[in-house]
Structures are given as structure tokens and as C-alpha cells.
């Protein structure tokens, strides 16, 4: 056969422009594989979707207070939708990929582990921005939401933060979970924790125990956060918020880098 | 009976057999012991590959090939030895580069494309081979728009067999290469992986399809509970694991042909006798002048599953 024969007419890249062609190979395919993936992507844009055409919508002219209830709930789900795009695109889907043995076949190519996991992230951020557009879109129109410009880019600049932020529970989750237990095992942590910050209903029409209990959650730190940009967060700084959704990042970072190498030492 | 059809493709290896006097290696395991807990999967393994060539590595399940392919590969770390793959570890992006891999993976993205998933792994290397290339060897035209969730069991074999030879590497591993093939589909591999080795590529193959590492390897490593217990050439292993059979229609007696030098076994079958010997033509000559109606005459070679049987019990 002649196949040592065939030439490569093109001049070999240099190294950063091939590193940059896997990166962006990586992601639009990752991206692509969650977008033909309907279990995934119907269930992560339409559940948040619904919920909010229901119960946001229903609420167009609800007011408590200063608080204009359908503006209110597009933050709690928006952090809703963007949680769970993080949550079962990186956690769900690394956890088969690590027990298929298709992430050792990658690892044992020249791929740079950075472009997998970037990958990911970025198709979680790219999920989350979508959910909340469509949100915003569904509540401007038909929920009486009016947005100023910078409300929607700070929105927006929230869900990049948020979905990098879940991301890193998500890479936890994975390293943890066995993979035919992991779409339940995601539920039964994200449906709760939604919940109990107020992501569905809004906290202040919780008992007032259950608003005690939401602080310790980092749902409940990026729920406000989102709803400080309409000026509608709780009395705890701004500050308060940042350092916990951040702190909370680096603990699943960390809890993620001791997993894996514990398990690279067993393997 | 396959045989002759073995014996031809054991013959047609052996041809293009490389010099191996060549003695450089692209990768060698040295002493290489893996320990998991309490148990042992490699106890001390030690093995070589060189250019061009095919080698096969067999053994029953748990022998420990698959792990001795993943230390290769850099994806599992020994407990002790040295693994050197082109001179280096073999987890340097360097080396990886000229490494290709086929391993046995559970599910692969089934959403994408054939064509993608080879755009995504040529986009790996530094030097992949053209897509039309790789399309070609592979077998895969006319399904390359196929989402990888709708391909068949061989299909899909062979778009893993497409990921593993994208870069152009020097060495590739093939771990079951040919599952869920049908007959023609792994033949036509065969001829594949005997043109990667024409090019000087070293090819290192697990299967437990016995016919295949008779049909094309150059060379037979023969594990079990993680050490080599035999190595050489198909017909060598043969020759180690016992003799010829001959098989014919004879009035001599069992008892007889039992008092014959080196007469391994003798068996009946089907009104047939069927004699193990590891000098079959002394044995012949000998049955023949003292039975002229003797009929219906085949020797055989034993298949080398027979042979790597008798190899894995002994040891």
C-alpha cells in the first residue's frame, strides 16, 4: 500500500495554533454532542422553561413591595436553568465518558486534558447563556419584564460566572458518582438545593427557617447575586455573596484535584 | 477445517517478516510489576518492540494484556519497572503523538459523526494523515456522515480503528481489534494492519481470536498471570505447545500406535484414529508399511489455539 507515500501539503502549525484548533474543535464538538443529545438539552432548556412560563408568567402582575415578582423569578430561574445545564452536561456526561473508557482513549492521544475540560465548561456556559435568553425573551414578552441594557448584560456576565462556577461541582460530581447512578444522584442534589434557595419560589415566601438554611447554600449565594442586578437581593453584602460562591469554586476545585489523584494512584 | 487457510496466512506473515536482527526498539517494558490491592496483574513482565514489526499478545482473560497495553500507553503507572516508548516516558506529549491507541471502549459518543470524530482527532497531531486517507484504510466511505450511535458493531470498530492510525503513528496498539467483525470486514483489517507494518509501523495487538495472531503477527507473546510464559514466532509456539496430528482410517491398533516414540495421545473419532506426535513423519512411514489399507490421510498442524492452551495449563 502507498500510504507512506502521501504528502502533507500543508505546512506543519506552529504549536500555540494547533493548541488553539484542538480547543476549538473540542468545544464546538462538545457542544454539538450536547445539542443532538435531546435527553439532554430538551430536558435542561425545557424544564426551566416551563417552570418558569408557569409560574413566572402566571405572576406577570404580582407586586410585593417594591418587587415585581415576574422579575424576580427570572433570576431564581435563570440560576435554576444555568445550574442545571452545568450540573448534568459536565457531571452526568463526564461520569459515562470516565466509565466508558472513551476519556482514557483521549488521554492516551496527544490532547491537552486543559482542551477537555475547557470544553466542557465552555459548553456550559454556552447552555447557560442560552437558558437565559430564552427566559429573558419568554418574560420581556409575555411576563411584563422590562430589562435595562445594563440589567440584560450584567444577566448575561452573571451566567458566565455562575455556570463556570457550578461547573466545578459539576467536574466533583463526576469524579465521584458511578455513572449509571448519576443522572438520579444530580437530581436528588440540584432539585433540593434549588428549591430550599428559592430558585422556584421566592425565599421571603418560605418559612422563615428555611430562609435560615438557605445561606449555607451556594445556590443561594448566586440566586443573589443575579437578583441583586434588579436590586431585589437580601440585606447580607454583596461582598458576603462573592466570597461564598467563589470560596464555594475553589472548594470543589480542590475537592475535584484530590479525587483525581487519588484516583490515579489507584488506577 | 480452516487449516489451510490458516497455514496460508501464517506463511504470508512470515514473508514480510522484518529483519529482526534490527534491534532498536520503539518501546520496551522491563521488569514491570502492577499491583492492585492484594492482587497481582503483572508480576514482573518484560517485553520489546521493535520497527515493522507485528507482535501479538495472548493470553486468557485477566493475564493482565490490557493492563500491560494501558502501562504502555502511559495511562496506568506500574508499581515497579521501567516503561520507555521512543526513548521516553510514554506520557510525554511527544511521545503520545506518535502513538496510536485502540482500546476497548464501552460507549463512544454516539451523537457525533464519523467525519467528526476524525476531525477531532486528527486535530490532536501534529502530522495526521489526510481525512481521505484515513477514510479509506479504515474502510468507512460512504459512512462518514453516519452518526456514530447508528453504526454496527463492526462499524464501529472500525471508526475506533480510523482514531488510532489519524496521526500517522509509529506504534500503534490494537486492543480486540476485531470484535464484531464479520469474517471479510476482519480479513480486510488484517491486510490493513499487515500494510501499517510494510511502512516500518510496529503494531502490538491483544486478541483472543487465536487465528488472528497465527494469521499476523511476526511474533507471539504468550502471558497468563502477568508473566511471559512463551514467546516466538506463531510456529514456534506451536511446535512448544505440543506436535502434529495425524488423522486417518487404519485397522492398527490403539495399543500400537501407543508403543510408536513420541506418540503423544491417540484418539478415535468417528471411526478415524488421530495421532499427536512431535515427529510425524517417522510415525508415518511406520504406519504405512504396516498397513496398506490405510486411507483417508491429513497431518495437521495443531491450530495455535490448541497450542496456547496446552502453554496457559502448564504454566
Keep these: 500500500m502507498a500510504t507512506a507515500a502521501i504528502s502533507h501539503p500543508q505546512p506543519a502549525a506552529t504549536d500555540f495554533v494547533r493548541t488553539l484548533r484542538i480547543f476549538s474543535k473540542e468545544t464546538k464538538y462538545e457542544f454539538l454532542k450536547l445539542m443532538r443529545t435531546k435527553s439532554f438539552s430538551l430536558s435542561t432548556i425545557g424544564f426551566p422553561v416551563m417552570f418558569y412560563v ?3 408568567i402566571a405572576n406577570r402582575n404580582a407586586v410585593s413591595g417594591n418587587i ?5 423569578m427570572l433570576g431564581g430561574y435563570a440560576c435554576f436553568g444555568l445550574i442545571g445545564a452545568a450540573l448534568f452536561g459536565i457531571g452526568v456526561g463526564l461520569a459515562s465518558e470516565l466509565a466508558a473508557g472513551w476519556l482514557e482513549l483521549k488521554r492516551a492521544s496527544p490532547m491537552p486534558a486543559s482542551a477537555y475540560l475547557f470544553a466542557k465548561c465552555a459548553s456550559a456556559v454556552a447552555f447557560g447563556l442560552i437558558i437565559v435568553s430564552i427566559l429573558i425573551a419568554i418574560a420581556t414578552a409575555f411576563g411584563g419584564v422590562s430589562l435595562s441594557p445594563a440589567e440584560f448584560i450584567k444577566m448575561l456576565g452573571m451566567t458566565i460566572v455562575g455556570s463556570i462556577s457550578f461547573a466545578s461541582m459539576g467536574l466533583l460530581l463526576a469524579l465521584l458518582i458511578p455513572a449509571n447512578a448519576a443522572t438520579g444522584i444530580v437530581n436528588l442534589i440540584y432539585l433540593p438545593m434549588s428549591f430550599l434557595s428559592g430558585l422556584w419560589i421566592p425565599i421571603r415566601f418560605m418559612p422563615h427557617w428555611l430562609q435560615g438554611v438557605a445561606p449555607a447554600l ?5 440566586s443573589q447575586l443575579m437578583l441583586h442586578i434588579f ?17 464555594f469554586t475553589f472548594v470543589m476545585l480542590g475537592l475535584s484535584w484530590l479525587t483525581f489523584h487519588r484516583k490515579e494512584q489507584n488506577a | 477445517m480452516p487449516l489451510s487457510a490458516i497455514a496460508y496466512e501464517t506463511e504470508s506473515a512470515a514473508e514480510d517478516a522484518p529483519a529482526t536482527t534490527q534491534r532498536q526498539s520503539f518501546a520496551t517494558l522491563t521488569n514491570i510489576t502492577k499491583r492492585y490491592g492484594a492482587t497481582v496483574a503483572l508480576n514482573g513482565l518484560s517485553l520489546a518492540l521493535h520497527p515493522g514489526e507485528i507482535v501479538a499478545l495472548l493470553g486468557p482473560n485477566g493475564a493482565g494484556k490490557s493492563t500491560a497495553i494501558k502501562i504502555l500507553l502511559g495511562l496506568v503507572a506500574p508499581t515497579s519497572g521501567i516503561t ?6 510514554p506520557r510525554t506529549t511527544a511521545t503520545r503523538a506518535r502513538v496510536g491507541a485502540m482500546l476497548q471502549v464501552a460507549r463512544v459518543t454516539e451523537a457525533l459523526r464519523v467525519r467528526e470524530h476524525i476531525d477531532l482527532f486528527r486535530s490532536y497531531y501534529p502530522h495526521p494523515l489526510p481525512t481521505a486517507e484515513i477514510t479509506r484504510i479504515a474502510q468507512l466511505q460512504g459512512i462518514e456522515d453516519r452518526a456514530f450511535g447508528q453504526l454496527s458493531g463492526g462499524q464501529k470498530q472500525r471508526v475506533l480503528f480510523a482514531l488510532a492510525i489519524c496521526g500517522n503513528p509509529d506504534l500503534i496498539f490494537l486492543d480486540e481489534p476485531t470484535v464484531g467483525m464479520d469474517i471479510e470486514a476482519r480479513r480486510s483489517l488484517w491486510q490493513q494492519i499487515r500494510s501499517l507494518s510494510a511502512q516500518g509501523k510496529t503494531v502490538l495487538l491483544t486478541t483472543h481470536y487465536i487465528e488472528e495472531a497465527d494469521a499476523l503477527a511476526h511474533r507471539v507473546i504468550v502471558i497468563n498471570k502477568g508473566r511471559v510464559i512463551s514467546e516466538g514466532t506463531p510456529a514456534e509456539i506451536k511446535r512448544n505447545g505440543g506436535g502434529r ?17 513420541n506418540v503423544s495421545s491417540v484418539e478415535f473419532f468417528e471411526g478415524a484414529v488421530v495421532v499427536t506426535t512431535s515427529d510425524a513423519e517417522t510415525i508415518l512411514r511406520e504406519m504405512l508399511l504396516r498397513d496398506d489399507t490405510l486411507s483417508d490421510l491429513e497431518v495437521a498442524s495443531p491450530a495455535l489455539e490448541d497450542a496456547f492452551l496446552a502453554l496457559t495449563r502448564n504454566s
Design chain 1, 54 to 56: 408557569l409560574f413566572g
Design chain 1, 68 to 72: 415585581h415578582i415576574a422579575k424576580y
Design chain 1, 218 to 222: 451556594p445556590t443561594y449565594h448566586l
Design chain 1, 231 to 247: 436590586g431585589y437581593a437580601d440585606d447580607m453584602s454583596l461582598a458576603t455573596h462573592w466570597n461564598a460562591l467563589i470560596g
Design chain 2, 84 to 89: 520507555r516508548v521512543f526513548g521516553s516516558d
Design chain 2, 245 to 261: 496430528t495425524i488423522r486417518c482410517h487404519t485397522n492398527l491398533s490403539r495399543e500400537f500406535l501407543l508403543t510408536l516414540p
